[in-house]
């Protein structure tokens, strides 16, 4: 094996990583690796599943705990790993039924985090991770949505309707710093014609890391430090004016929700 | 809304209603069906009826997403009183291509 003299010999000193850098790096790399040799696991189980004797609705509900479980899993290997500290707040007391969740988007974990500590949540995935032999049956068997479902709104409020929680995350893709909140109406539309509340979750890492456009090893030389906070529940008619014509009230639920995260993400970088 | 966007809106409804009353009973033309289509646009998707041109991309000139399009149609259907297909709606790039569509049904 290379030793590390080896490995950063050809950098100048300034830029050569220190030996715990270098380990981050390595730890990132089993994360990674151990993470997609876990995703048989969802296959595995969703094969046994199909061929059980159960309620569709039953094996979702199993599929869905095996998930979360392994979310929290990955989530307390990568903290063991030295590569961060993680804190969550204010997790609803009790458990959360036909909540249209949001969650900014600033990092490639977050889902990890929202799945791993929220109950019963519903993705909405690439329409490729439902045609992919290794994901088509877990997805399927979960219960997820594919982005180009044309009848996701329909659906989503089907399940919204039957105490599944849709997560959604507004900017549709990694934001590149955290107060860009660009996000789009996609989860307004869902909470106004579903007339469902909707759960934000605010997710922060410091330093930034794992962001759009970063390489998985590019890692901060500083211990990141991620908190996952859940706001209080915002029902529609609270925060806007039903009465608008819907194209409207899209738009203004919209703005409040990027106001709200503005105000949250401001509020959690000044402490 | 702000008062000037109000003013530019209700100019836009008028305008609307009475292209749509110059000839009672009769097929409206394209035009008046563009007429419409702002009208009803100003007032759903707060834009300014200087923005909408035959020409507008709904998507690019004026973040018109297709859940809009279906909210559009619904109400075009109320001030037009005709059956509207949505799905045919769905390819349409601008608002001339909206009218033109509607004007066939």
């Not at chain 1, 030996?19 to 993470?35: D, E, K, N, P």
């Not at chain 2, 702000?2 to 409206?28: F, K, N, R, Y």
Request: charged content about 25%; overall charge negative; proline content about 5%.
């Amino acid at each position: 094996m290379p030793t590390k003299r080896a490995l950063t010999a050809s950098l100048p000193a300034e830029q050569r990583p220190s030996l715990r850098q270098l380990w981050r790096i390595a730890a990132a790399g089993i994360s990674y690796v151990l993470f997609a040799l876990g995703g048989v696991l969802p296959a595995f189980y969703s094969l046994v599943l199909s061929v059980a004797p159960l309620d569709p609705a039953i094996k979702q509900r199993k599929l869905r705990r095996l998930i979360a479980g392994l979310c929290r899993f990955y989530i307390g290997l990568m903290k063991f790993l030295g590569l961060f500290s993680y804190t969550i707040t204010d997790l609803p007391a009790q458990k959360t039924r036909g909540h249209v969740v949001i969650a900014n988007h600033s990092m490639l974990i977050d889902a990890l985090f929202v799945l791993g500590y929220l109950d019963n949540v519903c993705c909405v995935v690439k329409a490729s991770l439902a045609t992919n032999p290794f994901t088509r049956v877990p997805v399927a068997l979960a219960g997820y949505v594919t982005n180009s479902d044309p009848k996701l709104l329909e659906t989503a409020t089907d399940k919204l309707a039957a105490g599944e929680n849709i997560l959604i995350f507004p900017e549709g893709t990694r934001n590149s710093f955290d107060l860009q909140l660009e996000f789009k109406r996609g989860a307004a539309n869902l909470a106004v014609i579903a007339g469902a509340p909707l759960l934000p979750v605010v997710l922060i890492c410091r330093p930034r890391a794992l962001g759009k456009g970063e390489k998985w090893y590019e890692l901060p030389a500083e211990n990141l430090r991620i908190t996952m906070q859940c706001l209080p529940a915002v029902s529609v008619e609270n925060c806007i004016d039903t009465t608008l014509p819907r194209p409207l009230q899209y738009r203004r639920l919209t703005t409040h929700l990027t106001n709200l995260y503005r105000d949250a993400i401001s509020q959690a970088m000044s402490r | 809304m702000t008062e000037s966007s109000e003013v530019t809106s209700e100019t836009a409804t008028d305008s609307a209603v009475s292209a749509s009353e110059a000839e009672p009973g009769q097929a409206m033309s394209k035009q008046e069906i563009v007429e419409k289509i702002r009208a009803v646009m100003v007032d759903f998707f707060e834009l300014d009826a200087s923005e909408i041109s035959e020409d507008s991309n709904l998507v690019e000139d004026l973040d018109i997403d297709s859940i809009d399009t279906i909210d559009l149609m619904i109400e075009m259907r109320k001030h037009l009183d005709k059956e509207i297909d949505d799905m045919a709606l769905l390819d349409c790039k601008t608002i001339g291509d909206v009218a033109e569509v509607i004007s066939k049904m």
